[in-house]
């Protein structure tokens, strides 16, 4: 009985003080991020520069809902949201050394976020699809479907061509079906400026099929 007893002493002074080595690390954990609060992006970058990983936990905690925001708003799909806010920091960490910071850091980690998702739809949505939507037919004579897969391809490389507004602009607007309003929120820039790209990107996919005709 007496064993028992002293088994059981033994065990929870084992177990109180495992809380208290977890607890002790948990609270030095949450008074290292504290410190971190209190400091810009910009300097949380440099430090993350110098080889430092925790300060980059901060600029994740700060901007993670709207990075996930942002790609649900361009692929509007919860899940796919999630994987590319995912994919969107791992890319910022490891591209970190060429974040010059000419720009604020949200506005190059919202860049990445949106080539994430331009690049995700791209990959995810057939070309047939594309095609369909551009020329409003769909063939099932081979000679047909052979122009169409040609003129696909060149759709696709001309698209691959166009300056990085041009081309979102021209995406969200004719893939996603976004309006003015809604890619000059995700790209913040004004929606003159969201027109006139989008007008440029047409008229230089145009000439460029015109040419190839």
């Not at 994987?83 to 890319?91: G, H, N, P, R």
Request: with cysteine; net charge positive.
């Amino acid at each position: 009985m007496a064993d028992n007893k002293k088994k059981q002493t033994l065990i929870r002074h084992a177990t109180d003080h495992k809380s208290k080595v977890i607890s002790n690390g948990v609270n030095e954990f949450a008074k290292e991020l504290s410190k971190y609060r209190e400091l810009s992006d910009e300097e949380l970058v440099q430090l993350v520069k110098a080889g430092e990983i925790t300060p980059f936990d901060e600029l994740v905690r700060r901007h993670q809902i709207k990075i996930h925001d942002l790609c649900y708003k361009v692929l509007r799909n919860y899940d796919d949201a999630k994987d590319m806010a995912q994919v969107t920091f791992l890319k910022a960490y490891r591209k970190i050394n060429k974040f010059g910071g000419r720009s604020k850091f949200s506005t190059w980690l919202y860049r990445i976020a949106v080539n994430n998702c331009l690049n995700f739809i791209k990959k995810r949505r057939p070309t047939e699809e594309l095609f369909e939507e551009i020329t409003g037919s769909k063939s099932d004579d081979p000679v047909q479907i052979y122009k169409s897969k040609k003129f696909r391809e060149m759709i696709h490389a001309t698209v691959a061509k166009l300056p990085k507004v041009q081309k979102a602009v021209f995406t969200l607007r004719t893939l996603q079906d976004f309006s003015y309003q809604e890619i000059s929120d995700i790209l913040n820039k004004p929606i003159s400026t969201i027109k006139v790209n989008h007008h440029l990107a047409v008229k230089n996919l145009r000439n460029h099929l015109k040419d190839k005709a």
